[in-house]
């Protein structure tokens, strides 16, 4: 849940360890227990350890990640702490919350009383709408929540079995012990004084020739820059003559053109984001299934902090008579429900080709590529991924999915269906199965 490198504040952080684990670029830790603190300093001298009270804390320094573990059963005024996290949290920052099951409330007071645990003071037994409300009533918004932990007791393999694999399918899920939760602060009304952000719109094209002077004609300008930037793929047709004659036809338009070397949609957008000089990255396909027209509204969704990660739902409204084959329709249900079981947060369409992200929320993705690999030919799924990794806000934008004009689709059914199918097995390995 938490990238190495980062800022990193923990709330009750005991004896240091888990900070730690968490390898920040700058560590802090604050706990009640001037002893505990003691022991965190020695144990780990290259991070920060302070006595304090959180309901109070006197910190002027904003983080990356707030992590609050195993803490709120104990505090005396959650709400309270709540409010304090507010003045150390940027717009960037996410609270991670871990707690125990409500449960598990009666068979532990039950061991307790029998002598098989360790003593403990008088608990809160919150549930995870509890908290919810609290971070609600705090200007918090909760972006995924997450059961864990099944058998907290050493295992070898029992132990990874149940914690890793069976704690995360229903109906055992509904017995984990702990409950996570990741939020953000919910996004400030932006001030129209802000000087509007540049856009770069990356069109992958590969056999599009008919549809390039359609996108100049009808991709409007949004922000304070709107450029366009084509990678052509080793068409067929002449649609890289095409682009270069539209640029020349119409120079009050910003736009690039550059020739992938390598394969594949993925590729393609890896190098249009890369020569993008936009603030906002849209990916928008030439085959203009999705209107150019609808782009404005992920852009507004992106820019008023709704979301960080705005994702095209072609499956809301009703779709033009052959817009999208039926065995299409059903493999896209499907893996709508199965990536949105992986990711915590609700997919409804895994390959709408337009999607929008700030460009320095991307290059985070970039960063952090290497835990997946390079294993998406499509693009979507390493975006999807890769936002969900670094827990990103993913706010669904439904648009009018229209019938190509101009060209056959690039999709293989069978063979790509096959390959999205063996990614949901990979992606479970990497995000759910850990």
Partial sequence: MVAEGLRVIELGTAQGGLLAALRPSYGLGIDFSGEMVRRARASYPHLNFIPGDVHLLDIEEKFDVVILSDLLHDLWDVEAVFNQISKIAAPHTRIIINIYSRLWEMPLKAASLLGLTH?????????????????????????????????PLPGGLLNMLLNRVIVKTWPMSELALSNFIICRPMPPNKDSDVAPPTV????PARNEAGNIASIFERTPQMGKLTELIFVEGHSTDNTYEVIEREIKNHPGINAG???QSGKGKGDAVRLGFEKAGGDVLMILDADMTVAPEDLPRFYHALCSGKGE?????RLVYSMEDNAMRFFNQVGNKFFSLAFSWLLGQPIKDTLCGTKVILKNDYEKIALNRPYFGDFDPFGDFDLLFGAAKLNLKIVEMP?????????????QRWSHGWLLLKMVVFAASRIKFV
């Fill in 309 to 313: 990660f705005i994702n095209g739902v």
């Fill in 200 to 203: 770069s719109v990356v069109i």
């Fill in 399 to 411: 648009i009018r999915y229209r019938q190509r004009l101009y060209g056959t689709t690039n999709i």
């Fill in 119 to 151: 003593p403990r003071i008088e608990q809160n037994w919150l549930t995870v709408e509890d908290i919810e409300n609290m971070l609600y009533l705090q200007g918090f918004e909760v972006i995924s929540r997450r059961r864990e932990i099944l058998w």
């Fill in 257 to 259: 053109l550059y020739r």
